[in-house]
């Protein structure tokens, strides 16, 4: 196993498909062209293989909030039921709270529970599910309430498809919305996942701004990434992108396979496919060995030699 982590997962088991919980119909995965072995989902032990063939260690899994739940085919994917799976697999899986602005100070109270509790590692935004751009005011409660509890939030940039033709949502993710959020949250991580399509130059530029904006390469397949964001990734903005899948719209294995055909530089690879991931989400094993492991190291430094 190679060590990877990827930061954007989602649950696609066939109960989750089964009860609706994951937000895409047969036309969407037709368009993205996935595999018809998998439009009923496929068991978590049976992805871990995936994993395993991708040399993935890590992956964080979504529960997914989609929507005002008042709306017709809005839906959540239970805190409880991505726990449960964290917990069986400890060294594979950290579960990512999903988040609604629309349900005010339980959700506060909900994503408290996730992380305290449960032990997810970080907060998920879909802000076209709600029709509301990052940086809408109903959003901020629960910004706030990520920072006291330090912990990441991402949230999907760009623009989206059509995950079901009964409901087409709007694209009100432009990475600029960023901006603001970022100034006046200036100690929270903030994630943009999907590329910022086809506002990719926006995104980078929102990610070289500011210190708290980092950005995600998931969602498209490696080999159609667009330039600029490769570039990024592999020169001045190799400490800022982190690798994700957002499966199962793109497969791990060859999400891996077509990362590596982007020819990084190698100090830029480790960087984009575990290392960013250690440093942004704090919370994880992995970051929290790394930071035992560096805090022993400066207690023998600060001894002295034969100390």
């Not at 909900?110 to 509301?132: K, M, Q, S, T």
């Not at 330039?227 to 020169?235: D, L, Q």
């Not at 250690?278 to 930071?291: N, S, Y």
Request: net charge positive; proline share 7%.
């Amino acid at each position: 196993m190679s060590g990877y982590i990827d930061i954007v997962c989602n649950l696609y088991d066939p109960e989750a498909v089964r009860k609706g919980q994951s937000g895409i119909d047969l036309n969407f995965k037709k368009q993205v062209r996935m595999d018809p072995k998998l439009w009923n989902g496929i068991s978590v032990s049976d992805y871990l293989r995936k994993m395993d063939r991708a040399g993935i260690e890590r992956s964080l899994l979504i529960a997914v909030r989609a929507g005002d739940l008042r709306v017709k085919l809005s839906f959540d994917l239970p805190y409880e039921r991505v726990a449960k799976v964290c917990a069986r697999y400890p060294d594979r899986f950290s579960g990512l709270a999903g988040v609604d602005p629309t349900r005010g100070i339980q959700q506060l109270k909900e994503l408290d529970h996730a992380v305290n509790e449960l032990g997810f590692v970080g907060a998920h935004y879909y802000p076209h599910w709600f029709g509301l751009p990052p940086d809408h005011a109903r959003t901020y409660p629960i910004y706030a309430r990520c920072e006291e509890l330090g912990i990441p939030i991402m949230m999907q940039i760009g623009h989206n498809l059509v995950y079901s033709k009964e409901r087409r949502l709007p694209s009100v993710g432009k990475p600029i919305c960023l901006d603001q959020v970022a100034i006046d949250f200036p100690t929270l991580k903030l994630l943009g996942i999907h590329i910022g399509v086809p506002w990719t130059d926006e995104a980078i530029s929102m990610a070289w701004k500011h210190d708290n904006i980092y950005l995600a390469g998931d969602a498209y397949a490696p080999k159609h990434w667009p330039k600029a964001f490769v570039h990024y990734a592999n020169t001045y903005g190799s400490h800022k992108v982190l690798f994700g899948t957002d499966w199962p719209v793109i497969d791990p294995e060859r999400a891996v396979e077509e990362v590596k055909g982007l020819n990084l530089r190698p100090e830029s690879h480790a960087k984009l496919m575990r290392e960013n991931a250690i440093a942004v989400f704090d919370r994880l094993p992995e970051a929290r060995k790394a930071a035992a492991t560096a805090a022993s190291a400066a207690r023998r430094a600060a001894r002295g030699p034969g100390k």
